[in-house]
């Protein structure tokens, strides 16, 4: 666990110095204070729900994620500096755990800062929601953790940043299609990024652990498989 630890420390460090997050941190933000002002002077709730909802589960932290796992995957791969990873004292293991943890929590501060200016806004009555807002937003982060393997695994295959991060974006809205369009939402995994929305319909605890089930498993799935495609690797 030592090794676990430091490892994600040091990718921790590579992510906050990337400074790309904060300026779509702030673009984000301008986009969201945006819609909650136009919900506060029009009265349509619609609005405030595009701009925390689905703007932060679907698009804003997805992107997050995949930026995050591209940087410290893929470009790694690419430019060999991974090498300087596997030197240490760790495992190749904990190296693609912590890279994987590390984007994360990248996406989980993320969050963290934009569900406390909602509750700073609930504070002026700017139309910011209910207080169970910020149950929800948390709820919504764990199906965040799957799509991370996801990113990961595509990361750590295809090697090329680029190419990485236009497959998985790809595949990403592809899966998005595919569970609204051709009726196969119940096996995706992406189909409950917003599920807080079962909370709402009195989901009895068979249809929860089946749901639970559909998001965690490919998470573990894609986490086993990434981190056995890394351990083979020749770097």
């Known amino acids: 666990m030592t090794g676990l630890r430091n490892a994600l420390k040091g990718e921790m460090r590579k992510l906050a110095r990337r400074k790309k997050y904060n300026v779509l941190f702030i673009l984000f933000m301008i986009a969201y204070l945006i819609g909650r002002a136009i919900a506060s002077f029009t009265h349509v709730s619609g609005a405030s729900d595009v701009a925390m909802g689905n703007g932060l589960i679907v698009i804003y932290l997805p992107l997050i994620a995949f930026m995050a796992v591209n940087d410290l995957i893929a470009s790694e791969i690419r430019d060999r500096s991974i090498q300087q990873c596997l030197v240490k004292p760790v495992t190749r293991m904990e190296v693609y755990f912590a890279k994987c943890l590390a984007a994360f ?3 989980v501060r993320h969050a963290f800062w934009l569900i406390l200016i909602d509750c700073v806004l609930m504070i002026f009555d700017m139309n910011a929601g209910s207080h169970l807002q910020v149950v929800y937003m948390l709820f919504d982060l764990i199906p965040l953790m799957t799509l991370v393997a996801f990113s990961a695994l595509i990361a750590v295959v295809v090697r090329n940043p680029a190419l990485s ?8 809205a592809g899966l998005h299609v595919a569970g609204s369009f051709l009726g196969v939402s119940p096996i995706l995994f ?3 990024l917003g599920w807080h929305g079962m909370l709402h319909g ?4 068979v249809g929860f652990i089946e749901r639970f089930l559909a998001v965690t498993a490919p998470g ?8 056995i495609v890394l351990e083979r690797k020749r770097f």
Not at 202 to 205: I, P, Q, W
Not at 222 to 227: R, S
């Open 105 to 107: 929590i990248k996406c």
């Open 165 to 172: 991060m236009l497959l998985t974006l790809v595949v990403y």
């Open 190 to 192: 992406t189909s409950y």
């Open 202 to 205: 009195g989901l009895s605890l």
């Open 220 to 227: 573990i799935m894609f986490t086993a498989l990434g981190a």
